[in-house]
């Protein structure tokens, strides 16, 4: 694959970037550069390699998910600044009419 400024800028325009025309022209041969770095992976033989999940060994240190009991409506409601009918009441973020 050929990597042209206009791939580039259509990549960046894909990725919501501007890039200026001094930018797209830097990022090519860069581009190029990652491009042939993953062609050269492609032509490894793997396979004869075994597959591996993780390269080390991991134990899952969650705990179980069991329910247990929470706050209370009052506990909850404790600390809040302001309340008003048993909520917590906070600052209007959504104008009217719209």
Not at 16 to 29: G, H, K, N
Not at 55 to 81: H, K, T, Y
Request: aromatic share 6%; glycine share 4%; no cysteine.
């Amino acid at each position: 694959m050929d990597v042209t400024p206009e791939l580039v800028r259509h990549l960046a325009e894909l990725s919501r970037l501007e890039l200026d025309d001094a930018e797209v022209e830097r990022i090519i041969p860069e581009l190029r550069s990652v491009l042939a770095y993953f062609e050269r992976i492609s032509e490894l033989d793997a396979d004869a390699l075994e597959e591996l999940v993780r390269p080390i060994f991991s134990e899952n240190v969650l705990r179980a998910d069991e329910p247990a009991p929470g706050l209370s409506q009052q506990e909850a409601l404790a600390l809040a600044p302001e309340r008003e009918d048993g909520f917590f009441k906070l600052p209007r973020v959504v104008e009217e009419g719209r």
